[in-house]
């Protein structure tokens, strides 16, 4: 059986070696062949010489370096479509996740699962990554059909025949997780212990979080156009039953004239909710836009594939 390690890597110099020694070393000991794919999402420091170094040095890494900066799950979509063992156990780069975890994901797997998440008893992250994540978790089962008690985490394994089945997506902005829920619901996960960063700060920014959550929403959900659509009648329902009270009040009390302050607000509010629509909207028309003009996922800048594996890529 033989094991692709796929490591996107974002700034990664000074742990991408150390990770790669490290998980052969854990590894070595059980029999499996492995299989290293790292995938350079357009690293700022020294990343690239250090990947090519270690695929030059070493017949079972695949190192890919692509042109930009795609995003995490653009990488590992990538990383999926280049490797060619029976289970991909995606890592990241920083070594908050212990390659003498990997053991667990994979001895889980062999009971027949198709996708092994990791789960962790307390995280290692800061306050708003960690915030971040209960977020996500909570909007990706309201949303994508998630079940309440998984945790959607970037550690773990998928099979050969559900990478095969989610590398048939070819748009421009895929979430590995909600692509894995289309295709299964055999998933399970497993404790694993969770580590500090080893070198410098998390790369998520609340930009790049943002950005996670539109493709979560848009890209694998119609459900907040359906909000919309309830928020646009129930706008209506309360608009009707404070005209019908304004009617009333007056007919009442003809002595009283309405205040500015009661229109202004109503004005406001109706212009938010329309603004909201229109952005909802154009998320979906601008997404489907990008995708049917052809927005490539990645593009490879140089390629150096393993020698020992690439025949079978």
């Known amino acids: 059986m033989r094991l692709s390690i796929c490591i996107p890597v974002y700034n990664g110099s000074k742990t991408i070696g150390d990770l790669v020694a490290e998980t052969r070393r854990q590894l070595r000991d059980y029999g499996y062949e492995l299989e290293f794919v790292l995938v350079n999402d357009g690293s700022q420091d020294d990343s690239d010489r250090v990947c090519t ?20 799950h653009n990488a590992v979509m990538c990383a999926l479509n280049h490797m060619t063992g029976d289970y991909a ?6 070594f908050q996740n212990p390659p003498s975890e990997i053991i667990k994901l994979v001895k889980e797997a062999e009971k027949g699962f198709d ?26 089962t309201w949303l994508i ?3 309440k008690n998984l ?39 497993v404790y694993v212990e969770h580590l500090p960063r080893k070198e410098g700060k998390s790369n998520y920014t609340l930009g790049k979080l943002i950005n996670l959550w539109l493709s979560m929403f848009i890209n694998f959900s119609i459900k907040p156009l359906r909000l919309v659509t309830f928020l646009g009648f129930f706008t209506g329902l309360f608009s009707l039953g404070l005209g019908i009270y304004f009617i ?11 205040g500015w302050a009661s229109t202004v607000v109503i004005v406001l509010f109706n212009a938010t909710l329309q603004m909201l629509s229109l952005g909802i909207a154009g998320e979906y028309i601008g997404k489907h836009y990008l995708d049917t003009n052809g927005t490539p996922q990645w593009v ?3 390629k150096h594939l393993s020698d020992k594996y690439s025949a079978s890529t």
């Open 53 to 72: 170094q270690i695929a030059e040095e070493n017949d079972d890494v695949s190192y890919i370096c692509l042109r930009r900066n795609y995003s995490e």
């Open 89 to 94: 156990i995606i890592v990241d780069d920083d």
């Open 115 to 140: 996708v092994v998440y990791a789960k962790y008893r307390k995280k290692k992250h800061n306050w708003f990554r960690n915030w971040g994540s209960r977020f996500n978790d909570r909007m990706a």
């Open 145 to 147: 059909g998630k079940p």
């Open 151 to 189: 945790y959607l985490c970037s550690f773990k394994l998928i099979t050969r025949d559900v990478v095969n089945e989610i590398i048939k997506y070819t748009g421009p902005f895929p979430y590995i997780d909600g692509l894995l829920l289309r295709v299964t619901n055999n998933i399970s996960d």
């Open 248 to 258: 009333v009040d007056k007919i009442l009390h003809p002595e009283i004239s309405q």
């Open 300 to 302: 490879v800048k140089t």
